[in-house]
């Protein structure tokens, strides 16, 4: 398929590797890095392969005035407005501001995620091919696979990452943290008590602006390697609400202790 | 001002009242129930005031096969694209997906939330009012107080409270609970102990269709107001951010119980 440079729609070739690719662990495939995802109501968010470097400088200088989730955002729609146009050009960026702070500073999923989540699922929203993950407990549409690779991505790395370029960083920070959880609360509360700074602090908007940084490149990352029909899921969707019988996460003890409690188990 | 019911632009309107009504506690207003918010970047997301029973007859039907942030999204894109058309007929709902659960599983904040966040960013996205909130602690766009409105109706109201019509229900569910918090683990957990039923049950399904069908409800119910010019924040945004010098919510004790961690408090 790779060696397949021919124009040909993303339509016509899922057709193809549907048959090919059943029950196979890898669906999925590419044919250009700019590709068209027509989706069944007609808006066709078509991609083309970002370049990283500038998604993480864009993000990086945007969080000071908009946060989180909409510097997400602006960091992957931004340069598509310009090699793309519409939809990017006139997609609404403000229309994601209120999910900075977890939803409007309630400290739930971190609003990077859900800027994130937001960009790629209007990006893959015309590719439904299905991918079997990692432990084959779960079948997801391309795009739930990206976006859940982003949350771990989050959960299990040590960040920020992003490095500003001389001159950009509004201040010097330290420490890098690993969340565990893509919840705000937890994950900036623990970065805060390893750099020993309070919440309303400008280190903190500096870790803020690196870490929404870092999740627009691993967003594009990801997003290129789909484009390039290479994309394979890195993480088991699902895993820890089939484990736990739960929607959940894998830091049960932040909250819970030792005291794990026992929920109903009743199935019907 | 609700004398007027010439058509006028809706930046006519805006920029008239906000000279009228700076500092003043109430900014919303709206000129008619048919209302053009075209943003700066020329994407206008009409709004028409919506029908509350329509809203939760759809979402509730949805939700068994698109679960909760989808299902918020259609039940109020949908009657939309019927009254209005674009940009909601051809908006691709499923790109909102992969918020179920908490986004992808992880119980995060509720995908119904985040489901109404993004319907109400798009809708208001054109509107730049500024609305001083109930405490006088914030100042924030419109669209983030109705949104903040909504968060806090999740987290303090007995859901569900949508009854489906007769043979519309999956399964009778005995329980309400308040969950204290919009993130999704807590929030099914506590009714799940309540009810005495597993997650993977058509209980659980039944409950987060019917709380599902409440949020898209209560979400059109503040838009009408939005519309009509009525809409007054009813809660204070960020104000447990400020408080706890974090962003947070008003449940610490559900997983910290007594033991309250110290956070530095360094201010820049």
Known sequence: MKDE????????????????????AIVSVGVS???STANASGTAYTYKKLNLDEVGRIAHETYFTKFCAETVMTGL???????????????????????????????????SLIGAGTAIGLITSGDSTKVTTPGGRAQVAVGEAIINDVIAFYASESLPQYKPAAGQAKYEIKNQSVSDTPICHISVGKWMKK???????????????????????YTAKLLNEWADGTYKP????????LDNQITSQGNCGDCHGDNIPDLPGKKV
Chains 1, 2 share one sequence.
């Open 5 to 24: 440079k021919k124009e040909i729609s993303r339509r016509d070739v899922l057709i193809g590797v549907g048959k090919v690719a059943a029950g196979a």
């Open 33 to 35: 890095s700019f590709m």
């Open 77 to 111: 729609f931004k340069p598509l407005a310009t090699s793309v146009g519409d939809p990017y050009a006139s997609f609404p960026l403000n229309s994601i501001f209120w999910a900075h702070g977890g939803m409007m500073g309630w400290g739930t999923a971190c609003g």
């Open 195 to 217: 750099e020993d700074v309070g919440f309303f602090t400008t280190e903190r908007k500096e870790r803020c602006a690196r870490l929404s940084a870092d999740i627009a490149m």
């Open 234 to 241: 890195r993480n088991e969707p699902l895993a820890n609400a």
